[in-house]
């Protein structure tokens, strides 16, 4: 079993900041990558951060690992109304040496942005 849980989001005005953070738990051997998607009302789920950072967020969005934490972090700057979404942490384990990764989604995360 494996647990992936999001913390922080939260209402912040345009031009704020907001941390949010992840954290992987469980049973398996190594994590593969983790990373950050987001979910609009009305959109479908899109890619934040990763091995790459979306063009979208681009200067103004930072993603960090703690490898011996098994955690994530996003750190979100100048914040836009159009950033408002849930977010989502994913995590690709190895759940033993040799099978192949697997995906576990958190819960989300609302992140609201006021004009």
């Known amino acids: 079993q494996v647990q992936v849980m999001e913390f922080g989001g939260g209402l912040v005005q345009a031009g704020g900041s907001l941390p949010l953070s992840c954290a992987a738990s469980g049973n398996f051997f190594s994590i593969y990558g983790m990373g950050w998607y987001r979910q609009a009302p009305g959109n479908q789920r899109e890619f934040v951060a990763g091995a790459e950072i979306a063009e979208s967020v681009k200067g103004r969005f930072t993603m960090s690992r703690d490898y011996a934490k098994n955690m994530v972090y996003l750190q979100m700057n100048d914040l836009k109304p159009e950033d408002t979404a849930v977010y989502y942490c994913?995590?690709?384990?190895?759940?033993?040496?040799?099978?192949?990764?697997?995906?576990?989604w958190g819960q989300g995360t609302q992140v609201t942005v006021s004009s």
């Open positions: 994913v995590v690709e384990v190895l759940l033993d040496r040799e099978g192949s990764p697997k995906e576990y």
